[in-house]
């Protein structure tokens, strides 16, 4: 099981937060990199943001400044807080988790964003 599972998702009003988080079989230091992308209704998947290795971090353009990207070395786990959501943001969000040039996605978790 390579395969890394997400969880947080649901249902948040604009202007909400929330935070999901994604699991992943291995120690996060084996791993190259983790992370999250997302397809939102009628848009290809997008990436997101980045954690590596070394715990540094990347965030598309369109979620820098409401969106952080951390993770717990102890258990495995990265988490995406996201604050001030709008109905841009509302979409799959998927994990994914990069080892030696391998890419593994999670089955995604939706976000709902009401108005």
């Known amino acids: 099981q390579v395969q890394p599972v997400e969880s947080g998702g649901g249902l948040v009003q604009a202007g909400g937060s929330l935070r999901l988080s994604c699991t992943t079989p291995?120690?996060?230091?084996?791993?190259?990199?983790m992370g999250w992308s997302r397809q939102t209704p009628g848009n290809q998947r997008e990436w997101v943001a980045t954690i590596t290795n070394d715990g540094s971090t990347r965030y598309a353009d369109s979620v820098k400044g409401r969106f952080t990207i951390s993770r717990d070395n102890a258990k495995n786990l990265i988490y995406l807080q996201m604050i001030n959501l709008s109905a841009q943001d509302a979409g799959v969000y998927y994990c994914?988790?990069?080892?030696?040039?391998?890419?593994?996605w999670g089955q995604g978790t939706q976000v709902t964003v009401s108005s």
């Open positions: 291995e120690s996060i230091f084996s791993l190259d990199a």
């Open positions: 994914y988790r990069i080892k030696g040039g391998d890419m593994y």
